[in-house]
């Protein structure tokens, strides 16, 4: 009788942790969910200017000169809110900034919506630009620092996901309503996430950082569950952060140091290796680039990109936590590869006056296995690594500086796009092929496998300094 007993309480302790497990879970997924709305509009804000070219240059009588600014300024707006990123998070919290973040975005959809000439467009474009600047550091930091270690991967890769969600249904939509409507449209998940982050808690890294002790507690029990034991954890966060306390506030020179240099070339090198793969020039210019392959119109060629991209950046997603980083980047970076030079092929193709079937195929084939493989990890796992490696002493200066280096990095290689295909439209995607291939190499030799390992383990194992917080833990190159 008292070992069925016995059995009975056993079972019942068992469905109330799996209960307090199950409730503390979707205040996670609840909270990403709120910071993921501002990656929705920033993918709203990178798909807007494409539908919206005929009839903002009607209705306002732009010239195509004029219209490029518009959509080009969005880049010079991203860089300056990248270069703050990092000081806002820090001094204000990661709630705060993307709260910050919203009231930049609405006030430049704000612009644009009530727009009677360039100006207040280009002004409304610059603003929400120092928006997604913004949003594009805090939204998968502060992600990355409430997710437990075995589901962190998953969450962050949440970021890209909405990227691809916003930027496609900007695109569709733009199809058939006015650029106006759309306008507004990109609002309605900024007033939504303003709301949401009324209730969500703030990053108990970053509570440590600024030495709320009681907050910390407080926001990690919520995020784990009410009877879910703490202590080691929020103990782990508070000894490694009241380390880094001892250590002098980085500078941007600082992060040049021995004990630093490895995250910095690994966070930097992908987010350099990311964008001089070509992923811009093809996404900006995917519609030119299937009519200059010999299609008659881009738009199905477009369509098809988008129907290949949120399929496969889900399944990314899915796979982050269970094959790991390096394997989902290096297959990633193998298919942006090889999708280049298939491209590639197809403009020799043309070039030489080889079949015309086979440039079509070529290239709808090029740009699908890019678009594919980019979207399965060189799309979102950069950014989710840059959110794992840097101490929080470092994470604002470090993150602002990887932001800005990918943004500026967005805009050369869309700025000189079109001098590279006057200069040779197959030479430049064999470039493209061959950084991407050089990706592998990068990935293989100097990025750690972070999958099921707390941000201090990755932290410790990446900074000699720091070493001591967590002993026994190798050093993954």
Same mark, same amino acid.
């Given at each position: ?32 969910? /709120? ?10 804000? +990178? ?6 070219? %005929? ?49 930049? &975005? ?21 603003? /929400? ?8 550091? +805090? ?5 990355? %620092? ?43 998940? &900024? ?10 808690? $703030? ?19 919520? @995020?784990?569950?009410? %009877? ?8 782990? /966060? ?33 987010? #350099? ?17 299937? #009519? ?17 991209? #949120? ?29 280049? @030079? ?5 403009? @020799?193709?043309? %070039? ?9 195929? @070529? ?93 201090? $383990? ?20």
């Amino acid at each position: 009788m008292s070992t069925e007993w016995e059995g009975v309480e056993v079972k019942k302790s068992l469905l109330v942790t799996g209960d307090h497990r199950a409730s503390s879970i979707w205040v996670v997924v609840a909270s990403t969910a /709120i910071a993921v709305c501002g990656s929705f509009v920033f993918g709203i804000s +990178v798909g807007y200017s494409s539908p919206s070219q %005929e009839g903002i240059m009607h209705d306002l009588h732009l010239s195509l000169a004029e219209y490029s600014v518009f959509g080009s300024i969005l880049t010079i707006g991203a860089m300056l809110g990248a270069i703050l990123s990092g000081t806002i998070a820090d001094k204000v919290g990661r709630k705060r900034a993307m709260a910050i973040s919203d009231v930049f &975005c609405i006030v430049g959809y704000l612009f644009i919506v009530f727009s009677k000439n360039f100006l207040w467009l280009y002004l409304g474009r610059l603003s /929400i630009g120092c928006g997604i600047g913004l949003f594009s550091y +805090v939204v998968p930091v502060y992600i990355s %620092e409430i997710t437990p270690k075995n589901l962190r991967g998953r969450f962050a890769a949440v970021n890209q996901l909405m990227i691809c969600c916003g930027a496609s249904l900007a695109y569709a939509l733009g199809t058939f309503i006015t650029w106006r409507t759309l306008a507004i449209i990109g609002v309605t998940p &900024c007033l939504l996430q303003l709301v949401g982050l009324l209730v969500i808690p $703030e990053s108990p890294r970053w509570l440590a950082k600024v030495e709320h002790p009681g907050a910390l507690e407080e926001a990690l029990q919520k @995020l784990r569950g009410k %009877e879910t034991d703490i202590s080691e954890e929020a103990e782990e /966060i508070k000894d490694f952060t009241e380390k880094l306390q001892h250590l002098p506030q980085s500078k941007i020179w600082d992060l040049f140091q021995k004990d630093y240099i490895h995250a910095v070339t690994v966070g930097v090198g992908l987010m #350099v290796l990311q964008q001089f793969g070509g992923v811009n020039a093809i996404c900006f210019y995917a519609s030119e680039i299937f #009519v200059s392959a010999g299609f008659a119109s881009g738009n199905m060629g477009m369509l098809a990109m988008v129907a290949v991209q #949120v399929p496969m950046t889900t399944l990314g997603m899915l796979l982050l936590d269970k094959a790991g980083r390096r394997p989902l980047l290096m297959v990633s970076a193998a298919g942006t590869c090889l999708g280049c @030079l298939l491209v590639g092929v197809s403009f @020799l193709s043309k %070039e030489f006056h080889w079949a015309k079937d086979l440039n079509v195929v @070529l290239a709808l084939a090029g740009i699908l296995v890019f678009t594919g493989s980019f979207s399965l990890g060189m799309g979102g796992i950069p950014w989710v690594i840059m959110s794992e490696i840097f101490p929080i002493h470092m994470k604002g200066t470090a993150g602002s500086f990887v932001t800005l280096v990918s943004w500026l990095g967005s805009w050369i290689v869309s700025y000189a796009f079109n001098f590279l295909l006057l200069w040779s439209s197959y030479g430049t995607f064999f470039m493209f092929a061959s950084i991407c291939g050089l990706t592998v190499l990068f990935v293989a030799r100097l990025v750690p496998e972070t999958k099921g390992r707390t941000l201090e $383990e990755i932290q410790a194992s990446m900074n000699s300094s720091l070493a001591p917080v967590s002993s026994g833990i190798n050093r993954i190159v």
